[in-house]
């Protein structure tokens, strides 16, 4: 055996300035980023926090290269969180070594939380009415990852529904029309989802309400996103077809007695269209009957409301609409879902959903069932509720 030894002289790489990752935190700018604290006991919590805001006051001067928005990142998604954990927030160097300071003295503004699992949380993404006056400006400005994936939708959504989404999720009105309300909300939910991998946060399991499982769907891998684009922008667009078909109203009622009191008034124009949780309900239908039915509950004490919808989803009021959405969603090609899915759609929860165009025909017209998947949820996955909405 034999070999040559070499030696090799390595001039030392030239000096470069790093990468502008967006936006740097200011307290002029008021722009609060969070900053995680894990130990293996709440006092070795006490202790990782002085540690690391002694290090913060000797590398976080005003002269100093390093940034917050990384230092943010790296005990976010390059540190490993211990079993004990909390968080605090900060705008400046300054803030942050007096929030650490705080957490070494034992003065925690939010308590420590032992973890016993990683599963992650529940993601639940919201049905039509999360809308307001600019909800995506402050995102688009402070957040690469979600203006990249707004910008990846907007030529798509663009075409499909013949409006800039970029400029309706930053316009100082709220957005509005059912053709341009729900692809909004599905790329505002998309893309903050996107920011919010993007830190690391992982979802453990994944619900969505009526239009928002179009969202949920693509989050959980199921659909891809141009195929959950097709979804919301056809089947809004259709929708648009017949605004002014019924009416919708919150009532804090359950189901059952919500149902049991149609019966006894003999309303057949009128049904139950979200069970929202156990003890408030949405109902559809006929326009006048709706409305005879919340001047009867508001005379009875019972907190009733009309709902502001163009259509009323849910109910045998979107009937005309359905075989043409099953005729232009034919070519969508959905995947298992690669993260845990609860539909809200499906009577049976064990059931898994096909994604295919008959689902989406079904999560339209029939009664969202988000109250018991929601509990489902919770119970398997013993995690909190994240809403992917503005």
């Given at each position: ?101 705080d957490v070494a003295g034992d003065q925690i503004p939010y308590q420590p ?278």
């Amino acid at each position: 055996m034999s070999g040559t030894n070499v030696h090799a002289i390595l001039e030392q790489a030239p000096v470069s300035e790093p990468a502008a990752s967006g936006p740097e935190l200011t307290p002029e700018a008021g722009g609060l980023a969070l900053f995680p604290v894990s130990a293996t006991s709440a006092e070795q919590l006490h202790v990782t926090a002085a540690r690391l805001a002694d290090w913060v006051d000797q590398n976080g001067n005003a002269g100093s290269r390093v940034s917050m928005r990384d230092l943010g990142y790296t005990l976010s998604c390059r540190r490993a969180h211990r079993p004990v954990r909390t968080v605090v927030t900060a705008s400046s160097f300054d803030e942050l070594s007096a929030a650490l300071r705080d957490v070494a003295g034992d003065q925690i503004p939010y308590q420590p939380a032992v973890g016993h699992d990683d599963r992650g949380p529940v993601w639940v993404f919201s049905g039509q009415g999360s809308q307001w006056p600019g909800m995506g400006t402050e995102l688009l400005v402070a957040e690469p990852v979600f203006a990249a994936t707004v910008a990846a939708m907007e030529p798509v959504i663009a075409r499909e529904s013949g409006f800039s989404v970029t400029e309706a999720m930053s316009a100082p009105q709220t957005v509005s029309g059912i053709d341009r309300v729900q692809p909004t909300i599905f790329a505002v939910q998309v893309a903050l989802a996107a920011a919010l991998k993007s830190y690391g946060v992982r979802p453990g399991a994944i619900i969505g309400h009526s239009l928002g499982e179009a969202a949920a769907a693509v989050v959980a891998g199921a659909l891809s996103l141009h195929d959950g684009l097709r979804v919301i922008c056809r089947r809004s667009r259709l929708m648009s077809r017949i605004a002014g078909s019924g009416a919708m109203a919150s009532v804090e009622l359950p189901g059952q007695q919500v149902l049991s009191e149609l019966a006894i008034r003999g309303i057949s124009d009128v049904v139950l269209s979200v069970v929202a949780s156990p003890t408030s309900t949405v109902v559809g239908g006929a326009t006048q009957s709706i409305r005879d039915l919340v001047a009867a509950w508001e005379q009875q004490d019972v907190l009733a409301r009309e709902v502001a919808v163009d259509v009323a989803s849910h109910t045998p009021q979107v009937d005309p609409i359905l075989d043409e959405l099953l005729e232009v969603l034919a070519e969508v090609d959905p995947t298992a879902p690669e993260i845990p899915y609860y539909s809200a759609t499906l009577w049976d929860p064990r059931e898994r959903p096909s994604f295919t165009g008959e689902y989406w025909v079904e999560n339209l017209r029939y009664t969202v069932r988000f109250a018991v998947r929601r509990r489902r949820a919770q119970r398997r996955r013993q995690g909190g509720l994240l809403c992917p909405v503005p």
